[in-house]
């Protein structure tokens, strides 16, 4: 009888659990690896590069083969020559943290590479730390460019004495290759800073577009309770001669302030782009009911059957209803003030009256609520009217089509 050995995975335990466990673990680790790659430093990140470049260029098979330029002949490989490569290639680790060093280093390589006549695949670092220098220079890039113009003129001038030289052509030619090498980089850098406008604008766009929902919520949210407890206070003071009357009035001057900190409270669930403001007739009618406890007499009616909460058309809905009872209580105190929702397939209509469209003494109001509504109704695709009527009231009317992302563009 023979037992197998380190095979059993012990009583309760699934044969395959371990080798899956490995499996995940293995899985996570890899693709953690870029995560973990870009958090290296920058110079570590562009050593590989250099060290393959470096690691060609000690081939055997290569050497000889890289850029030529000038006529030199042919030089043995030696340790001159791998000084070099080394000057070419390693430079190449910071040529984006430090890129004006990076190519002053690799040039004096290619210059040596190229004086000595080893010819040596290093030579390819010469376009990469331009094209670096190009996008990653910061500072004195005119500069930059009219020295290293200036040192190619050098090495043109000290290649035409200790080789053969190149006709003034190839001269412009190779210049004229190197320069592209640098305009590839300005390129990509001009490219990288459209980009950063571009992000800057949107942020900014969206801040400002922030604290313009913002204003508008607090609009919304505290003109309404404010102007009711005004409303209430003012008539408080003629119920001297009434203490029970005045007990009432106080009170819900009371409660009302306490409505306007509990809103203010929640504003930021208001302000949440999925949230959903009161739209049902229960919410309409307490906004409703409110008003009528501040004095205003108001008949609300509604039509058809208000469908589930899809987007910004309810919340916007709730807006105008409480927006135009807010300019009734301010401006009609005491008027009747019709209230009228509809609901339609895909859109609904709100249609708020009083009978006349100021009360004497009443605060002029600067319209930046009907404004604001307008905007808002507007963003969704719908219409919006405010004004005066031929029989001396004011009207709102309002049509929202529904399904509309919630709350609009800000």
């Given at each position: 009888?023979?037992?197998?050995r380190?095979?059993?995975a012990?009583?309760?335990?699934?044969?395959?659990a371990?080798?899956?466990?490995?499996?995940?673990?293995?899985?996570?680790?890899?693709?953690?690896?870029?995560?973990l790659?870009?958090?290296?430093?920058?110079?570590?990140?562009?050593?590989?590069?250099?060290?393959l470049?470096?690691?060609?260029s000690?081939?055997?098979?290569?050497?000889?083969?890289?850029t030529?330029?000038?006529?030199?002949?042919?030089?043995?490989?030696?340790?001159?020559?791998?000084?070099?490569?080394?000057?070419?290639?390693?430079?190449?680790?910071?040529?984006?943290?430090?890129?004006?060093l990076s190519l002053?280093?690799?040039?004096?390589?290619?210059?040596?590479?190229?004086?000595?006549?080893?010819?040596?695949?290093?030579?390819?670092?010469?376009?990469?730390?331009l094209?670096?220098a190009?996008?990653?220079?910061?500072?004195?890039?005119?500069?930059?460019?009219?020295?290293?113009s200036?040192?190619?003129?050098?090495?043109?001038?000290a290649?035409?004495?200790?080789?053969?030289g190149?006709?003034?052509?190839?001269?412009?030619?190779?210049?004229?290759?190197?320069?592209?090498?640098?305009?590839?980089?300005?390129?990509?850098?001009?490219?990288r800073?459209?980009?950063?406008?571009?992000r800057?604008?949107v942020?900014?766009?969206?801040?400002?577009?922030?604290?313009?929902?913002?204003?508008?919520?607090?609009?919304?949210?505290?003109t309404?309770?404010?102007?009711?407890?005004?409303?209430?206070?003012?008539?408080a003071?003629?119920l001297?001669?009434?203490?029970?009357?005045?007990?009432?009035?106080?009170?819900?001057?009371t409660?009302?302030?306490?409505?306007?900190?509990?809103?203010?409270?929640h504003?930021?669930?208001?302000?949440?782009?999925?949230?959903?403001?009161p739209?049902?007739?229960?919410?309409?009618?307490v906004l409703?009911?409110?008003t009528?406890?501040?004095?205003?007499p108001?008949?609300?009616t509604?039509?058809g059957?208000?469908?589930?909460?899809?987007?910004?058309?309810?919340?916007?809905?709730?807006?105008?209803?409480?927006?135009?009872?807010?300019?009734?209580?301010?401006?009609a105190?005491g008027?009747?003030?019709?209230?009228?929702?509809?609901?339609?397939?895909?859109?609904?209509?709100v249609?708020?009256g009083?009978?006349r469209?100021?009360?004497?003494?009443?605060?002029?109001?600067?319209?930046?609520?009907?404004?604001?509504?307008?905007?808002?109704?507007?963003?969704?695709?719908?219409?919006?009217?405010a004004?005066?009527r031929?029989?001396?009231?004011?009207?709102?009317?309002?049509?929202?089509?529904?399904?509309?992302?919630?709350?609009?563009?800000?």
């Open positions: 009888m023979s037992l197998a380190g095979t059993d012990g009583p309760g335990t699934p044969s395959g371990g080798s899956r466990r490995h499996y995940t673990a293995a899985v996570t680790g890899l693709w953690r690896i870029p995560h790659w870009q958090r290296l430093d920058v110079t570590l990140r562009d050593l590989p590069l250099g060290l470049l470096l690691a060609l000690l081939v055997p098979a290569f050497h000889g083969h890289g030529q330029i000038g006529g030199v002949a042919d030089r043995p490989f030696d340790s001159l020559g791998l000084l070099a490569a080394v000057l070419q290639c390693l430079p190449l680790a910071l040529r984006r943290r430090w890129p004006a002053a280093l690799v040039a004096s390589g290619f210059a040596l590479d190229q004086l000595s006549g080893y010819h040596l695949y290093a030579g390819t670092a010469m376009p990469i730390a094209m670096s190009g996008a990653h220079l910061h500072r004195h890039r005119i500069a930059a460019v009219l020295a290293a200036a040192a190619y003129v050098a090495l043109a001038f290649l035409s004495r200790v080789g053969t190149e006709t003034p052509a190839e001269w412009v030619m190779f210049y004229a290759a190197l320069g592209l090498a640098w305009g590839i980089g300005a390129w990509l850098r001009s490219t800073a459209r980009e950063a406008e571009y800057r604008r942020a900014e766009d969206t801040r400002r577009a922030e604290r313009t929902r913002i204003a508008r919520e607090l609009h919304d949210v505290v309404h309770h404010v102007t009711a407890m005004v409303v209430q206070t003012e008539a003071r003629h001297t001669a009434r203490p029970d009357l005045l007990d009432e009035t106080l009170g819900t001057v409660d009302t302030g306490r409505r306007a900190m509990g809103d203010l409270r504003l930021l669930d208001v302000l949440d782009p999925g949230h959903t403001a739209s049902s007739a229960e919410g309409l009618r409703v009911e409110r009528r406890r501040a004095g205003q108001v008949e609300f509604e039509e059957e208000p469908a589930a909460p899809r987007g910004g058309a309810h919340l916007v809905a709730h807006r105008v209803v409480q927006e135009a009872l807010t300019n009734a209580l301010k401006h105190r008027s009747r003030t019709t209230v009228h929702v509809g609901h339609r397939p895909g859109e609904i209509t249609d708020v009083t009978d469209s100021a009360a004497p003494g009443a605060p002029p109001g600067g319209g930046r609520g009907l404004a604001g509504l307008r905007e808002r109704v507007e963003s969704l695709g719908g219409d919006f009217a004004g005066a031929g029989d001396g009231g004011f009207a709102v009317r309002a049509r929202i089509p529904a399904g509309a992302p919630a709350g609009g563009p800000g």
